[in-house]
């Protein structure tokens, strides 16, 4: 399926406010909270040299004067507590570790060497920092290990604080995106609807020609549909100078036969009839200042209503019941003669054939005439002679087919097509089908 472009535009832009500006709000917090980790191992590294440079031994005991360490080793809520350990004995801990059950992690560093991970203490999730180091005891070397925890809670607080400041920027982020977005939405498109409104205003006839100034990428398809509809008047104007030319040459030998003695036979007075008919619709179809593919819209209903009334008086002593299914808003792009022409000629045919009913059925997407009667119908093998390359749709007699060429021709200079088939009602039906006009 095909998306038009405004609908493409549209999709890009709700995928710019809907993912990308999410995941940029998940980026973002994301890259805050890995420094938070990364401020919150330089701050224990801090405090490992504090403790690196007080630690002291007395009487083989590892002792660290309390009175200069920070507070929050004093304090047993402050979620910073420290811990020495040889092995897995443990030989001092802060009086902030008072109230918690340490049990020293298992790590096969070599001394000089720290690790920096989070570790798990009665439930409640620590970030450590650990540091192996040998500490000399005057005759003898102790292994030592040092624990700094830090209570991965006291990260929640500027996490939260930091998330609430982003989203505030991010709604308001997110709003002047949507405004830019409508602002460019509109002068992107706006072009393209110009152009719309413009060829709409060409089919109407209100205009001849684009006249708009647009962007480079539009400009050219502008000049190429001017060029368009030039070569085609000009087509135009030609054929209708050359049938104008033709029918009125045929119009004076034309005279002559109706007035010569030939005309006084009835079989041949039936052909000049039909010959003088089709010349006069030439005539008129060459003085038609419609245009073939550029055309206003009319509405239908109008011209069928015409045609009901005119065919309910012709066939008055026949009692027709002709029935006619429009539906609301249907519109024909092109020359009202020519539907005039097309719709006259198939529903007088079905009048003529018919018993008592007939019935004009009428679709919008796409365009579809559809004429019933309840006649004798046309035969399978004259249907397939008659829509058959080379042969005149206009040779059957039997209540069909006259001026059967004339809509045929007509048909397809809307680039529609014409088919018979089987009705309903038991006679024929003659079906109109326009693929290029949805309504």
């Known amino acids: 399926m095909l998306?038009?472009?405004?609908?493409?535009?549209?999709?890009?832009?709700?995928?710019?406010?809907?993912?990308?500006?999410?995941?940029?709000f998940l980026a973002i917090e994301r890259a805050f909270f890995a420094q938070l980790i990364t401020s919150t191992e330089q701050k224990l590294e801090v405090h490992l040299y504090s403790f690196l440079s007080e630690l002291s031994s007395k009487n083989d005991v590892v002792e660290i004067n309390n009175s200069?360490?920070?507070?929050?080793?004093?304090?047993?809520?402050?979620?910073?507590?420290a811990y020495i350990v040889s092995g897995d004995k443990l030989l001092w801990q802060s009086d902030s570790s008072l109230n918690q059950e340490f049990i020293p992690p298992v790590f096969d560093m070599l001394p000089g060497k720290h690790e920096f991970v989070p570790l798990e203490v009665s439930g409640k999730t620590y970030w450590t920092l650990s540091f192996a180091l040998l500490f000399d005891m005057g005759e003898r070397s102790m292994p030592l290990t040092i624990h700094i925890l830090q209570d991965a809670k006291l990260l929640e607080a500027p996490v939260k604080?930091?998330?609430?400041?982003?989203?505030?920027?991010f709604i308001g982020i997110g709003f002047v995106l949507f405004l830019v977005m409508l602002l460019a939405y509109y002068w992107?498109?706006?072009?393209?609807?110009?152009?719309?409104?413009?060829?709409?205003?060409?089919?109407?006839?209100?205009q001849q020609q684009l006249d708009r100034i647009y962007p480079i990428e539009l400009q050219a398809i502008k000049e190429d549909l001017n060029l368009l509809l030039a070569s085609q008047n000009r087509q135009k104007q030609r054929y209708r100078h050359h049938l104008s030319d033709l029918a009125h040459a045929l119009k004076t030998p034309?005279?002559?036969?109706?007035?010569?003695?030939?005309?006084?036979?009835?079989?041949l007075r039936q052909q000049i009839d039909r010959i003088t008919a089709m010349i006069e619709h030439q005539l008129k179809r060459a003085s038609s200042s419609g245009q073939d593919v550029w055309q206003k819209q009319i509405a239908i209903a109008p011209i069928v209503e015409q045609l009901q009334n005119a065919l309910n008086k012709i066939y008055r002593d026949k009692q027709i019941n002709l029935v006619c299914e429009i539906p609301p808003?249907?519109?024909?792009?092109?020359?009202?003669?020519?539907?005039?022409?097309?719709?006259?000629?198939?529903?007088?045919?079905?009048?003529?054939a018919c018993r008592h009913q007939v019935r004009?059925?009428?679709?919008?997407?796409?365009?579809?005439?559809?004429?019933?009667d309840d006649g004798p119908g046309v035969p399978e093998?004259?249907?397939?002679?008659?829509?058959?390359?080379?042969?005149?749709?206009?040779?059957?007699?039997?209540?069909?087919?006259?001026?059967?060429?004339?809509?045929?021709?007509?048909?397809?200079?809307?680039?529609?097509?014409?088919?018979?088939?089987?009705?309903?009602?038991?006679?024929?039906?003659?079906?109109?089908?326009?693929?290029?006009?949805?309504?």
């Open 329 to 352: 808003g249907a519109m024909f792009r092109g020359d009202e003669t020519d539907l005039m022409e097309m719709l006259g000629n198939l529903m007088d045919n079905a009048c003529k």
């Open 188 to 206: 992107t498109t706006q072009p393209l609807s110009s152009l719309d409104h413009e060829i709409r205003l060409v089919e109407s006839g209100q």
């Open 381 to 439: 093998n004259k249907t397939k002679e008659l829509l058959g390359r080379g042969i005149r749709l206009d040779t059957y007699q039997d209540g069909h087919g006259v001026g059967l060429s004339i809509v045929d021709e007509l048909c397809q200079s809307y680039e529609g097509e014409l088919s018979i088939g089987e009705s309903a009602l038991g006679g024929a039906i003659f079906r109109l089908l326009f693929p290029q006009h949805q309504y």
């Open 161 to 169: 604080s930091f998330r609430k400041t982003l989203v505030r920027w």
């Open 254 to 267: 034309v005279a002559v036969l109706r007035t010569s003695a030939l005309a006084e036979q009835p079989e």
């Open 68 to 81: 200069i360490l920070p507070a929050d080793f004093l304090r047993a809520d402050s979620g910073t507590s």
């Open 3 to 24: 998306l038009s472009l405004k609908l493409r535009q549209a999709i890009i832009s709700l995928v710019l406010l809907l993912f990308i500006l999410p995941a940029s």
């Open 360 to 372: 004009l059925q009428i679709q919008t997407k796409p365009l579809m005439f559809e004429v019933h």
